[in-house]
């Protein structure tokens, strides 16, 4: 794998909160729950970080070209992972189905070479995933890329969004039905799930929408406030999030 420009590493260690410092925007260990966020349609995906209690940090959306040098960044260190492996990750339920739905990764996905991480069932509904990657499947192998970084135990292998998957489901051990959910209940569903090439992007470049990522903090505030989101703001933010990244690809 070649190794990453400055501008990549520090986008990477960003993604997988590697921070250090106060700063609204580069000090947030959890920015993936963002940055995942603007991937998927709709706001079903921040209602349901807001509800396990996870933090929407409306800085993010701040400055839009910097969140977009930020993503490009990101998404550029994409490489074959060469060696064929297998990978896991402990799905929320929600996210599990979109993705099946759509056939591909819906954002960038997190997975583990060493067995599956029991902290993440910290999600109210949770699916087993082994990734059986392939020679040329675009991932970024930490331990490779990174010479260290902050939660280095957890061996992660990230890949991109867009990435097309088949699935079909498997029988889980024993132990591996141990791994529960937010509320102790056992995994929904265990599945493989095989990496086929990348989706194509979208040709013409779309129109990021006036106001869309103010619109956008407006609607972080009022979920991680428990409260209903204007549906003027819901839509706008949509909008301008499906446009955003559209334009990375």
Do not use: H
Request: hydrophobic letters at 40%; charged letters at 25%.
């Amino acid at each position: 794998m070649n190794p990453l420009t400055a501008a990549q590493c520090r986008a990477v260690r960003y993604y997988i909160g590697d921070v250090q410092g106060n700063d609204p925007f580069w000090g947030d260990g959890k920015a993936y729950v963002v940055l995942n966020s603007l991937f998927f349609p709709g706001i079903e995906t921040e209602r349901a970080r807001a509800a396990e209690r996870k933090r929407l940090n409306s800085a993010i959306l701040e400055d839009e070209e910097r969140l977009i040098s930020l993503l490009r960044d990101l998404i550029s260190a994409f490489q074959p992972g060469g060696d064929a492996r297998e990978v896991y990750r402990v799905e929320r339920l929600a996210d599990y189905l979109r993705m099946s739905t759509e056939g591909r990764t819906m954002s960038f996905t997190s997975t583990c070479r060493s067995g599956f991480l029991p902290q993440y069932g910290d999600r109210v509904g949770v699916v087993l995933m082994r990734f059986r990657l392939q020679e040329d499947t675009p991932c970024i192998i930490m331990a490779e890329q990174l010479s260290q970084y902050a939660k280095a135990d957890e061996d992660e292998v990230l890949l991109p969004p867009g990435l097309r998957l088949t699935f079909r489901d498997y029988a889980p051990s024993e132990s591996e039905n141990r791994i529960t959910d937010a509320n102790g209940n056992p995994p929904a569903r265990a599945v493989i799930a095989v990496p086929g090439q990348m989706m194509p992007g979208k040709k013409d470049p779309a129109v990021l929408p006036a106001g869309g990522n103010l619109a956008g903090q407006r609607v972080y505030t009022a979920l991680m406030n428990g409260e209903q989101p204007g549906s003027d703001d819901a839509a706008l933010y949509t909008r301008w999030k499906s446009a955003l990244t559209a334009n990375l690809f």
